[in-house]
């Protein structure tokens, strides 16, 4: 009488639904991953402009002007360098907001230059 070997392994529709389990399970977390992502760059951009606009703040109590660019801030020590912003990663899309007339300096507010709104609904503009 002859052996007759079996030889384990998978069949192909096995890995075909195993594969299709991981698809199906990819389609559902992966949104929920990119929503977070952008989440966390509108959480970064607040926490960097409350740190410009303290800097900011801090800047003028100290010299009774405001600073002629975010450079001064930087070299004047009041920041350890201009961030980049998260949404558009570029530390040169800063838009720059000037003060009233009556005060020296030209950098009184600092807002995000990124297109688009966050997920409340507010263009990151007017933050």
Do not use: C
């Not at 002859?2 to 977390?29: D, H, M, P």
């Not at 100290?62 to 990663?89: E, M």
Request: glycine share 8%; net charge neutral; aromatic share 10%.
């Amino acid at each position: 009488m002859g052996k007759r070997y079996r030889i384990n392994g998978f069949t192909l529709i096995e890995l075909l639904v195993v594969l299709a389990i991981i698809a199906t399970l990819l389609s559902l977390t992966m949104p929920r991953y990119f929503h977070s992502v952008d989440k966390s760059n509108e959480v970064a951009l607040r926490a960097d402009l409350k740190g410009m606009r303290d800097a900011i703040d801090k800047y003028f109590g100290d010299n009774a002007q405001y600073p002629d660019s975010l450079d001064d801030l930087v070299v004047k020590k009041y920041l350890r360098n201009i961030p980049p912003d998260p949404i558009t990663g570029s530390n040169e899309t800063w838009v720059l907001v000037p003060p009233d007339s009556s005060v020296k300096g030209k950098v009184y507010d600092v807002k995000s230059g990124a297109p688009g709104a966050a997920g409340d609904g507010t263009p990151y503009a007017e933050w």
